[in-house]
């Protein structure tokens, strides 16, 4: 049996679910499965007229359940297309309002037929794993959710959601490795996409201020309101530490950030555990980095104070987002220079460097470059000397990457001088006596090391000293060239047999001038001049013989005329 969270809401995400359309779509190809499923498992209703006495489903046990998982699903697949259903309802009354009561009224009953296919389940799933129940309890409490949203329960919801925050929080640390990437992108986009932001909603109509609230540490709380009973069982399968609020709270948050010797503090919770989080990750994922320090750039844009007056929080604020940025910058640069690295080792190792290959070099460095030029825009970069030499002698670095990738390109096609031409560029623009080759190591992320320069350098000397060599053993071998007639302009050879003289013949030429003057010769100034029909006197002429035509003729030509 697939488990909902793969079976329903990674469908959604895999038919990419905008419009009212795509809802239609998806849910019909949803019924169609449930119809072949029911055939199966033989709980097809005939008497259609008298469906509700005569359906089959009702009579799923839990015997029925542990024998074969798939009466499980059949529950599922119902209350999905229910969903849909209501999502389609949804999604035409954001595009018109026609008839908006009825319609409210249809959404919120197809929601809660989909919350009782849900509970059908519940009441059949007893063997399962406590893992694989949470999966359902997830499920479940996005769909009561979303209903006690539309029904303006607030503090209902941010039980829920707090219910369904804690169980994904508990399924996330417990992926195994083996597990396929799409699981942990499910659970990902609920806790960031759905589950943080309807908290965020609640918690604003409730009351409350979100952007002074620690969401994490709110749900850790509001998850044991027992507002709805048969969501209970969930909590109870969760472990103490994604459930505890006292000994979550007691855990030592950074609540300040230090960026090139400017202090800020972090006024927003979720924001101070979320960049301790960023700290605490490993390196060797840093796709993953960069993604966390843009959701953590997205959550302090969602919390910063607009309060214009208070000189010192702007500031602070300034502060923090400049960190924020600088960070996700550079970790992005770090996965950028990851990806060159691991491109360059499976390109070597092959038949040797090709243009489509080398073009895709330069122009990831051509990237990295853009990135670089991004850290300098970033406010107090400029100032900092330091720093901003650092930042120079990056981009100085990543230009003489993509002139050695050129050259290596005309090495291979034994163009040595093209490429000795690059080589040289490339020793000119670095600076081998730079003072701020240390300064490098202290950036966050650091993509080149001091080590990693020097040796550059090193190579670079070492290939423009071989580059040299083959450029000048290639020109040795070379045929010698045949030696110009005139070395200089202010003398010349006396020896007139190393000249060749070309012999000029004349060529029979036809006279065009008078073709070409003939219609510009005027005859007024001679005593002779030729009758020279107009075109007017022309068409006089040709409309005078035909009115005397038109003179004899009669009405149609019938009863004959004058002649």
Request: hydrophobic fraction near 40%.
């Amino acid at each position: 049996m697939e488990l909902p969270l793969n079976r329903a809401i990674g469908s959604r995400m895999r038919a990419d679910l905008e419009s009212a359309d795509d809802y239609r779509r998806h849910r019909k190809r949803v019924g169609r499965e449930l119809l072949a499923l029911k055939k199966e498992l033989l709980l097809v209703t005939k008497d259609t007229r008298n469906f509700l006495s005569h359906d089959k489903t009702k009579n799923v046990t839990k015997e029925d359940f542990d024998r074969d998982e798939r009466y499980g699903t059949v529950f599922l697949l119902m209350a999905e297309r229910d969903y849909l259903y209501a999502m389609e309802i949804r999604a035409k009354l954001e595009v018109a309002n026609a008839g908006a009561s009825s319609y409210m009224k249809l959404m919120r009953t197809r929601l809660k037929r989909a919350i009782c296919n849900f509970k059908r389940i519940l009441d059949i799933f007893g063997s399962l794993s406590d893992l694989k129940k949470l999966e359902y309890y997830i499920y479940g409490a996005l769909l009561q959710g979303l209903y006690a949203i539309i029904r303006k329960h607030w503090s209902v919801a941010i039980n829920l959601y707090s219910i369904a925050r804690c169980c994904l929080d508990l399924l996330l640390d417990n992926l195994s490795e083996s597990a396929d990437a799409f699981d942990s992108t499910i659970l990902t986009d609920l806790l960031e996409n759905t589950v943080i932001p309807s908290t965020k909603f609640a918690v604003i109509q409730e009351g409350l201020k979100s952007a002074l609230v620690d969401l994490t540490a709110l749900s850790r709380e509001r998850c044991h309101d027992n507002l709805v009973p048969y969501l209970v069982p969930a909590i109870e399968i969760i472990d103490e530490n994604y459930t505890g609020f006292t000994s979550y709270v007691e855990v030592d948050l950074t609540r300040s950030v230090n960026w090139r010797g400017h202090e800020a503090v972090l006024y927003n919770d979720e924001l101070a555990r979320k960049i301790m989080t960023i700290k605490e990750m490993s390196h060797d994922d840093m796709d993953q980095v960069s993604d966390a320090w843009s959701t953590a750039l997205d959550l302090f844009t969602s919390s910063e104070s607009q309060d214009d007056d208070d000189i010192e929080k702007v500031q602070n604020n300034a502060i923090v987002k400049t960190y924020i940025n600088y960070n996700q910058l550079f970790a992005r640069l770090k996965n950028t220079n990851n990806l060159l690295n691991d491109y360059s080792d499976t390109f070597t190792n092959g038949s040797g460097l090709r243009q489509a290959k080398c073009t895709f070099q330069i122009k990831v460095l051509s990237d990295m470059i853009a990135i670089v030029e991004q850290v300098k825009e970033l406010p107090g970069v400029y100032n900092d000397e330091e720093l901003y030499a650092s930042l120079e002698l990056l981009v100085k670095y990543f230009s003489a990457k993509k002139l050695l990738f050129h050259g290596q390109y005309f090495e291979v096609r034994r163009e040595f001088k093209k490429a000795l031409k690059l080589y040289n560029l490339i020793n000119k623009q670095l600076d081998l006596k730079a003072d701020n080759l240390k300064a490098i190591d202290s950036l966050p992320y650091p993509v080149v090391s001091e080590s990693t320069f020097k040796a550059f350098i090193a190579r670079m000397q070492q290939k423009l000293h071989d580059t040299h060599i083959g450029a000048y053993l290639q020109h040795e071998a070379e045929p010698p060239v045949k030696t110009t007639i005139v070395e200089n302009i202010n003398s010349y050879s006396d020896n007139r047999d190393s000249f060749d003289f070309i012999s000029l013949r004349p060529i029979l030429s036809k006279p065009v001038l008078f073709d070409i003057a003939f219609n510009y010769i005027n005859y007024s100034q001679t005593g002779t001049k030729s009758a020279i029909v107009t075109p007017k006197a022309t068409n006089e002429a040709s409309v005078a013989d035909d009115e005397k035509k038109r003179g004899g003729s009669s009405f149609f030509g019938i009863f004959g005329g004058r002649n």
